[in-house]
């Protein structure tokens, strides 16, 4: 997967003042040296015969992949997705030839990726740039079931609780084909996953899913919200599916169990275990206007890989917290490093509550809604080191909009929504965004040597 992004000293984040969910926000700071993300994608056709599967031409940086399955249903294997968004100041973004970017994470030497297999998403940037494969064929179906009680895990549970609403889905179109994975939410088929994994639906391409018990469905496309990277399937003609049981995603804790399950490089029903690392981790997803995305992430260490895009995150009873979208892997030409193309035991999950809302709209009315703030910002950086973020500097503010009732100007630095504290526009958007509209919520804003709060009520925007 050959990154491409913003020029050299340049940072984007998404803005929340954009109704289409492209960020105005942008921010000045550059970002840390060799640090770039991408998310993960489908798995992609398999490599001619002779050939290195993982080879891929030296000296490019990978972006962020979401976990990704296989270019094709028999042939699972790695793809690539969009890679995440950098903050960077206005104009100051190079034309990107495939949809790529960094992501602010204060480590050097890392790449997000989206994780989708295969080629799923057309013009995306993959976590490998050549496909690869797996046995040579398609794994078939598995049912998870716990065979001695007496030496059980809490992943063991776990895992034959959540596996049977837990699918792979397949998506072919004339440019790409690729897989990801998707959590069941009804009986009569309606399923969640990433927007990365389904976007090559929306221009006449076929999407298939195959449940943990084997049956392959035909399926269409029942809505997205790509400021969110989800997106919501139906199956035809199912019946009698087994519905995810989703937890309270803003009582997860870090050192919680975390169970990963899904289609990485196209082998379903993967179980990998691990913890929560982190909670409310802002990450950017995207590199254009057109498809930044930004979410309040849970961070954990179970393995995801290509493939478990749109997969589940689920506790130690079974119950979702999260859905898998991205995972951060090691950048080329990182000093003492070396290029990973998997994982490295940093994920990114959506919030379950988030993903439940979102999903809940998408079913109801063929699309979602988001909290807005109104205004455009970009990171303010430390003056004595431009890559330490002291806050959100608001650029520009909407008229009539949330910040402005509150008395938000240009030139006001936030640096905290509710107990948060914010540190850069990447940061803004992602906390806004993990609120629903109507929220109320207090910024704390700087304005030259004077701090406040401002109490706003978030505004609606789709």
């Known amino acids: 997967m050959s990154e491409h992004g913003y020029g050299p000293g340049a940072e984007r984040g998404p803005s929340d003042t954009n109704p289409g969910g492209n960020p105005p926000e942008h921010g000045s700071a550059e970002p840390a040296t060799g640090a770039t993300t991408a998310r993960p994608e489908a798995s992609s056709s398999p490599s001619p015969p002779g050939t290195d599967p993982y ?4 000296g490019q940086q990978y972006a962020w992949a979401p976990p990704q399955a296989p270019a094709a249903p028999t042939y699972p294997g790695y793809g690539g997705h969009p890679g995440l968004a950098q903050e960077v100041a206005p104009a100051a973004v190079a034309p990107a030839p495939r949809r790529a970017g960094r992501l602010r994470l204060g480590v050097a030497g890392l790449v997000v990726g989206a994780l989708v297999g295969g080629g799923a998403g057309a013009g995306v940037v993959t976590l490998l740039d050549d496909p690869a494969t797996v046995g040579g064929s398609s794994a078939a179906a598995q049912s998870v079931v716990i065979q001695n009680p007496e030496s059980a895990t809490t992943a063991t ?3 034959a609780k959540a596996a049977p609403s837990v699918v792979t889905i397949y998506v072919a179109s004339s440019n ?6 998707g959590v069941v939410l009804t009986d009569d088929g309606y399923v969640l996953t990433n927007n990365h994994v389904v976007a090559e639906a929306g221009d006449g391409g076929a999407v298939q899913v195959r449940t943990s018990d084997g049956t392959l469905y035909d399926a269409s496309l029942v809505g997205t919200d790509p400021a ?3 997106a919501v399937v139906r199956l035809d003609g199912a019946e009698g599916l087994t519905p995810a049981t989703f937890a309270d995603s803003s009582e997860v804790q870090v050192g919680d169990v975390a169970v990963a399950i899904g289609a990485p490089l196209g082998l379903s029903n993967t179980v990998t275990d691990g913890i929560i690392s982190a909670t409310n981790r802002a990450v950017a997803l995207g590199s254009t206007a057109d498809d930044a995305t930004a979410i309040d992430a849970l961070q954990t260490d179970a393995a995801i890989n290509p493939g478990n895009s749109g997969g589940a995150l689920v506790n130690g009873a079974g119950e979702v917290i999260g859905i898998n979208t991205a995972i951060a892997t090691v950048a080329s030409g990182v000093p003492g490093g070396q290029s990973q193309s998997g994982n ?7 919030p ?13 009315d063929g699309s979602a809604t988001r909290a807005f703030l109104g205004v455009s910002a970009r990171t303010a950086a430390d003056d004595r080191n431009p890559d330490v973020g002291t806050g ?3 650029v520009t503010v909407e008229p009539g909009s949330a910040a402005a009732d509150a008395g938000i100007q240009a030139g006001d630095v936030i640096t905290a929504v509710d107990d948060r504290p914010v540190t850069t526009s990447t940061e803004l958007t992602a906390a806004v965004r993990s609120n629903a509209p109507g929220d109320e919520v207090g910024l704390t804003v700087r304005r030259g040597a004077d701090t406040r709060t ?3 009520t978030l505004g609606s925007t789709s």
């Open 55 to 58: 080879a891929r031409p030296t």
């Open 352 to 364: 379950g509550n988030h993903a439940q809302r979102i999903a809940e709209e998408i079913i109801q």
């Open 157 to 159: 549970a776990a895992a």
């Open 344 to 350: 490295i035991g940093v994920g990114f999950a959506i």
């Open 228 to 230: 969110s990277d989800l």
């Open 392 to 394: 959100a500097e608001v």
């Open 454 to 456: 401002a109490e706003v």
């Open 176 to 181: 790409s084909s690729g897989s990801g994975s």
